[in-house]
Nanobody, 116 residues
Framework: QVQVVESGGGLVQTGGSLRLSCTAS????????MGWFRQAPGKEREFVAR?????SYSDSVKGRFTLSRQNAKNTVYLQMNSLKPEDTAIYYC????????????WGQGTQVTVSS
């Protein structure tokens, strides 16, 4: 029932920045936990960051990435700075309701490529 759309991926050099956006449909956006995950070729999907009232980050991106939300626009933003080749992956936005254990709705993904 919730449609999730990511955008903002692209090709950048090491040390560059990108801002990813994610918009989720629905009248209860403020009640969504919004998460970001990524998957590189040949690797399993990994957690990147999530936000409800406050953001949380994986150790690999802490201090470089910043997650924020604008509820009036049904949108979250993932600001990625000091990008490294290891950040290259398809980035997925996901949605779950507060109190539920699993993310139920996923976007199509957006490619981030960091050249060395």
């Amino acid at each position: 029932q919730v449609q999730v759309v990511e955008s903002g991926g692209g090709l950048v050099q090491t040390g560059g920045s990108l801002r990813l956006s994610c918009t989720a449909s629905g009248r209860t956006f403020s009640n969504y936990v919004m998460g970001w995950f990524r998957q590189a070729p040949g690797k399993e999907r990994e957690f990147v960051a999530r936000i409800y009232t406050t953001p949380s980050y994986s150790d690999s991106v802490k201090g470089r990435f910043t997650l924020s939300r604008q509820n009036a626009k049904n949108t979250v933003y993932l600001q990625m700075n000091s990008l490294k080749p290891e950040d290259t992956a398809i980035y997925y936005c996901a949605v779950k309701y507060r109190g539920e254990p699993e993310y139920d709705y996923w976007g199509q993904g957006t490619q981030v490529t960091v050249s060395s």
